[in-house]
């Protein structure tokens, strides 16, 4: 609670000015013409009639398709966009991370990637079929890919910032993403874009060029008969390697040999973002049949990606000198493949209104690595190998009835009740022999970056869930609307569940409101937390590089080290809020949330054995408050729109007794303390400006070396700016140019304890990254 106290306080008190001053220039330009602020209106968090957003007894943040397209600066990543324009979304980059750098997480609300629950169109989405077990964020957890979504297909994205497992079952602990898809006919556009990283990077004192990104898209809406369409599209983006290593020094437990020491004030270790290369592909129809309407929805990406392993020296059991004399830096892979597919047919009969659907999703993920050894194997080992191959897949069957009642109430009574079925399976193959055996030439055993899955470490699992749910809104009077919900879940291979929900909205006038919520949600085991096994290479005792086994609870070994079989974790929501609109043109929202969380999934600290596994051992306490205010009037002989979006969160473990020291870190420290964004855009005729300034709080690493070494080094507040310029050449065509962190900002240096020896001066956990500045440009043509 102190740190999410200070952070409020202090983060309040600088951005206070800024607020200030960018409203006075408001209110005293000249020709002020006020502009009323559009109310957005959302299907998220109701089962009823599409609500506004201040109309919601919940905070729900909109993001429109013009908010897109304006802030899709990096090529289209769907994560990076919501971390750029919601206060509560945090998307760190990850480096040096296996899967993790190429499936990158996004958490809300400072709780865990995987506490949260992604819809396309009001459709539940399935989540990746690797496990984060590198990263800085989101340790353990197997979290949906927000970058399998292509920008191009999207027309808003609703945030639900509220417990919601009560309406849409588990995983909605922080809340709800429901991405809402483009509609119509007739219409469609071509984009592309281009940018780079430009950089004066001190750690190696020259200026760098790197990261270029290439995007294209392209989408159109054909008409099937008189009122349906057809929306199809597709997406490409290619991205560039970025390096950020340091004039490194040979760390004082190698070998320290002429060959090893002559790596000394160079760099041999490259963080920063691996080569990517992504295609998306993605449809939206709907078709009237008779007095129905049968619709399908589906999207598919295909992605090359790489990263980057620690470097090997030359003298050392990890290394063979015939092949790789100088040393050799492991480059990790991962070939993914997703798929979504929705088909449904809905109606309605004797008043009530009708849905039923099925969701199929599937991901796959191959892991390999090349340019690195199996040192076993002596100079006859292979230089590139497959590691392991993964696979998740859902299939969700919906049914949903929805009807109003007059029951003599201010408005309509609206019920609704349905009922869900969902498969779930995940398969791991082993990788290539070479990866994991003993070639019996002496070195070290098992493929540089972790030896491969063993076929006794395969897993092929699968459970069944039903649920069932019942959802009430009523407006008990003109000023009074009150919600309650409430849903069944039974899962065949640990038990059930039932949550709640009671929210209500108290209009005391035209242009103030008071809302809050009360819920318990839960989140069951990821089946990847429960058959995942894998092999890693990551800091142990006094710094070095050693492997550590992550082993499924069912593992025998994991068993005789005290492993359990896992249960739900059960979480308790409070939020309370004022809406105020004392203008068609400003509004402002505030809210306080409150999450306890019970059996809380995390990873065990490694332990003699070199290994890790998962348990319920932690409870947590979370307290947040967000913060919306937006702002329209006129400048200049133009329109400008003023947003300011804050979040100030703080996570507690009540039981730190339960897990080790990085662990600890993970949970409470390692996501911001707040993050504040203020947005500025103007427009006046064909020309446009937008700025956006970002504050980033303060984040902790902790780094468990062993013997209470070394300290905890913080790092401190970090504030972007992005700047944005754009002409309208025709009606159709525009063409923008832009930077994201103008000024070049980055963390602050790790400490001589964290950057391994010089290697590595930026730490990757905080938000900012350590990319530095990146220039673009980007151009759309709508026909």
Same mark, same amino acid.
């Not at 971390?83 to 979304?89: E, G, R």
């Not at 949260?116 to 979290?143: C, D, F, Y």
């Not at 493929?447 to 008990?476: F, H, K, M, N």
């Given at each position: 609670?102190?740190?999410?106290?200070?952070?409020?306080?202090?983060?309040?008190?600088?951005?206070?000015?800024?607020?200030?001053?960018?409203?006075?220039?408001?209110?005293?330009?000249?020709?002020?013409?006020?502009?009323?602020?559009?109310?957005?209106?959302?299907?998220?968090?109701?089962?009823?009639?599409?609500?506004?957003?201040?109309?919601?007894?919940?905070?729900?943040?909109?993001?429109?398709?013009?908010?897109?397209?304006?802030?899709?600066?990096?090529?289209?990543?769907?994560? !990076?966009?919501?971390?750029?324009?919601?206060?509560?979304?945090?998307?760190?980059?990850?480096?040096?991370?296996?899967?993790?750098?190429?499936?990158?997480?996004?958490?809300?609300?400072?709780?865990?990637?995987?506490?949260?629950?992604?819809?396309?169109?009001?459709?539940?989405?399935?989540?990746?079929?690797?496990?984060?077990?590198?990263?800085?964020?989101?340790?353990?957890?197997?979290?949906?890919?927000?970058?399998?979504?292509?920008?191009?297909?999207?027309?808003?994205?609703?945030?639900?910032?509220?417990?919601?497992?009560?309406?849409?079952?588990?995983?909605?602990?922080?809340?709800?993403?429901?991405?809402?898809?483009?509609?119509?006919?007739?219409?469609?556009?071509?984009?592309?874009?281009?940018?780079?990283?430009?950089?004066?990077?001190?750690?190696?004192?020259?200026?760098?060029?790197?990261?270029?990104?290439?995007?294209?898209?392209?989408?159109?809406?054909?008409?099937?008969?008189?009122?349906?369409?057809?929306?199809?599209?597709?997406?490409?983006?290619?991205?560039?390697?970025?390096?950020?290593?340091?004039?490194?020094?040979?760390?004082?437990?190698?070998?320290?040999?002429?060959?090893?020491?002559?790596? #000394?004030?160079?760099?041999?270790?490259?963080?920063?973002?691996?080569?990517?290369?992504?295609?998306?592909?993605?449809?939206?129809?709907?078709?009237?049949?008779?007095?129905?309407?049968?619709?399908?929805?589906?999207?598919?990406?295909?992605?090359?990606?790489?990263?980057?392993?620690?470097?090997?020296?030359?003298?050392?059991?990890?290394?063979?000198?015939?092949?790789?004399?100088?040393?050799?830096?492991?480059?990790?892979?991962?070939?993914?493949?997703?798929?979504?597919?929705?088909?449904?047919?809905?109606?309605?009969?004797?008043?009530?209104? $009708?849905?039923?659907?099925?969701?199929?999703?599937?991901?796959?993920?191959?892991?390999?690595?090349?340019?690195?050894?199996?040192?076993?194997?002596?100079?006859?080992?292979?230089?590139?190998?497959?590691?392991?191959?993964?696979?998740?897949?859902?299939?969700?069957?919906?049914?949903?009835?929805?009807?109003?009642?007059?029951?003599?109430?201010?408005?309509?009574?609206?019920?609704?009740?349905?009922?869900?079925?969902?498969?779930?399976?995940?398969?791991?193959?082993?990788?290539?022999?070479?990866?994991?055996?003993?070639?019996?030439?002496?070195?070290?055993?098992?493929?540089?970056?972790?030896?491969?899955?063993?076929? !006794?470490?395969?897993?092929?699992?699968?459970?069944?869930?039903?649920?069932?749910?019942?959802?009430?809104?009523?407006?008990?009077?003109?000023?009074?609307?009150?919600?309650?919900?409430?849903?069944?879940?039974?899962?065949?291979?640990?038990?059930?569940?039932?949550?709640?929900?009671?929210?209500?909205?108290?209009?005391?006038?035209?242009?103030?409101?008071?809302?809050?919520?009360?819920?318990?949600?839960?989140?069951?085991?990821?089946?990847?937390?429960?058959?995942?096994?894998?092999?890693?290479?990551?800091?142990?005792?006094?710094?070095?590089?050693?492997?550590?086994?992550?082993?499924?609870?069912?593992?025998?070994?994991?068993?005789?080290?005290?492993?359990?079989?896992?249960?739900?974790?059960?979480?308790?929501?409070?939020?309370?809020?004022?809406?105020?609109?004392?203008?068609?043109?400003?509004?402002?929202?505030?809210?306080?949330?409150?999450?306890?969380?019970?059996?809380?999934?995390?990873?065990?600290? +490694?332990?003699?054995?070199?290994?890790?596994?998962?348990?319920?051992? +932690?409870?947590?306490?979370?307290?947040?408050?967000?913060?919306?205010?937006?702002?329209?009037?006129?400048?200049?002989?133009?329109?400008?729109?003023?947003?300011?979006?804050?979040?100030?969160?703080?996570? !507690?473990?009540?039981?730190?007794?339960?897990?080790?020291?990085?662990?600890?870190?993970?949970?409470?420290?390692?996501?911001?303390?707040?993050?504040?964004?203020?947005?500025?855009? $103007?427009?006046?005729?064909?020309?446009?400006?937008?700025?956006?300034?970002?504050?980033?709080?303060?984040? +902790?690493? #902790?780094?468990?070396?062993?013997?209470?070494?070394?300290?905890?080094?913080?790092?401190?507040?970090?504030?972007?700016?992005?700047?944005?310029?754009?002409?309208?050449?025709?009606?159709?065509?525009?063409?923008?140019?832009?930077?994201?962190?103008?000024?070049?900002?980055?963390?602050?240096?790790?400490?001589?304890?964290?950057?391994?020896?010089? #290697?590595?001066?930026?730490?990757?956990?905080?938000?900012?990254?350590?990319?530095?500045?990146?220039?673009?440009?980007?151009?759309?043509?709508?026909?």
């Amino acid at each position: 609670m102190k740190r999410f106290l200070k952070g409020f306080s202090l983060a309040g008190m600088g951005w206070l000015g800024v607020l200030g001053s960018s409203v006075s220039l408001s209110v005293h330009a000249e020709s002020v013409t006020n502009q009323s602020i559009v109310e957005e209106v959302v299907v998220v968090g109701t089962r009823g009639q599409p609500r506004s957003v201040l109309d919601s007894a919940v905070p729900i943040d909109v993001i429109s398709a013009d908010e897109l397209e304006a802030s899709a600066s990096l090529g289209g990543e769907v994560g !990076e966009i919501l971390q750029n324009l919601s206060p509560s979304f945090n998307f760190p980059r990850q480096s040096n991370s296996g899967a993790a750098d190429t499936v990158r997480t996004g958490a809300l609300r400072g709780l865990n990637p995987d506490q949260l629950l992604v819809l396309i169109n009001g459709k539940r989405q399935h989540t990746s079929a690797v496990l984060q077990l590198e990263g800085a964020v989101g340790l353990g957890n197997a979290p949906f890919d927000f970058n399998t979504i292509p920008s191009s297909a999207i027309e808003r994205i609703e945030i639900l910032r509220d417990g919601a497992s009560a309406q849409y079952g588990s995983d909605a602990i922080a809340g709800v993403i429901n991405v809402v898809l483009k509609e119509g006919a007739g219409d469609g556009a071509v984009s592309s874009s281009y940018g780079a990283h430009v950089t004066d990077f001190d750690p190696q004192d020259r200026d760098i060029t790197d990261g270029q990104t290439f995007y294209a898209s392209a989408d159109y809406g054909f008409a099937l008969g008189d009122e349906g369409f057809l929306r199809v599209g597709v997406d490409y983006r290619e991205r560039n390697a970025t390096r950020r290593g340091g004039l490194g020094q040979l760390p004082f437990f190698e070998n320290q040999s002429p060959e090893n020491l002559a790596t #000394n004030n160079t760099v041999t270790f490259a963080p920063g973002d691996g080569e990517t290369e992504d295609l998306w592909l993605h449809y939206n129809a709907e078709v009237p049949v008779g007095e129905l309407t049968a619709y399908s929805f589906g999207r598919y990406n295909d992605r090359d990606g790489e990263g980057t392993g620690f470097f090997r020296y030359p003298d050392s059991s990890a290394n063979v000198p015939a092949i790789f004399p100088n040393g050799f830096r492991p480059i990790t892979t991962g070939e993914g493949q997703d798929l979504s597919l929705t088909f449904g047919l809905r109606g309605e009969a004797n008043a009530w209104r $009708w849905d039923i659907s099925a969701t199929y999703g599937d991901n796959k993920f191959d892991q390999g690595v090349y340019n690195t050894v199996n040192a076993s194997f002596g100079a006859a080992s292979p230089t590139r190998f497959n590691v392991a191959e993964y696979e998740r897949d859902q299939l969700t069957l919906n049914g949903d009835l929805v009807r109003d009642f007059e029951v003599g109430l201010a408005g309509p009574m609206t019920v609704a009740f349905g009922a869900e079925f969902r498969q779930e399976e995940f398969k791991s193959h082993a990788g290539d022999v070479a990866s994991f055996a003993d070639g019996g030439q002496g070195g070290d055993v098992g493929v540089q970056t972790g030896p491969g899955l063993t076929p !006794e470490s395969e897993a092929d699992i699968d459970r069944d869930v039903y649920g069932i749910y019942a959802d009430i809104s009523a407006p008990l009077t003109d000023n009074l609307t009150v919600g309650l919900a409430a849903r069944y879940e039974d899962y065949d291979d640990f038990g059930d569940n039932v949550s709640g929900k009671l929210s209500g909205l108290l209009r005391i006038n035209e242009a103030l409101a008071l809302r809050a919520a009360v819920s318990n949600s839960f989140r069951a085991p990821a089946i990847v937390q429960i058959g995942f096994e894998n092999q890693s290479t990551n800091f142990g005792a006094g710094g070095q590089l050693v492997t550590i086994g992550q082993v499924s609870v069912n593992n025998p070994v994991a068993i005789a080290n005290g492993a359990r079989e896992l249960t739900e974790e059960e979480a308790v929501s409070y939020s309370v809020g004022v809406v105020l609109t004392p203008m068609d043109n400003f509004s402002v929202t505030l809210d306080y949330y409150r999450t306890d969380i019970d059996d809380r999934l995390s990873l065990q600290g +490694v332990l003699a054995a070199n290994i890790t596994f998962f348990t319920n051992l +932690v409870d947590t306490e979370t307290d947040g408050v967000d913060i919306v205010a937006n702002y329209n009037t006129s400048l200049l002989g133009g329109d400008l729109n003023l947003g300011f979006a804050a979040t100030f969160t703080d996570t !507690e473990v009540t039981n730190p007794e339960v897990i080790g020291e990085e662990e600890l870190n993970i949970l409470e420290d390692a996501s911001p303390d707040h993050k504040l964004i203020l947005t500025a855009d $103007w427009q006046r005729g064909p020309f446009s400006v937008l700025l956006r300034l970002t504050q980033y709080g303060e984040t +902790v690493r #902790n780094f468990d070396f062993g013997g209470g070494f070394p300290d905890a080094q913080t790092h401190g507040e970090k504030v972007s700016t992005d700047i944005e310029l754009g002409y309208q050449v025709t009606d159709q065509w525009n063409f923008v140019v832009g930077a994201d962190n103008v000024f070049d900002q980055y963390s602050d240096r790790s400490s001589s304890d964290n950057n391994f020896f010089d #290697n590595l001066p930026y730490d990757v956990i905080h938000p900012i990254g350590f990319n530095g500045r990146y220039v673009y440009a980007r151009t759309r043509f709508e026909f």
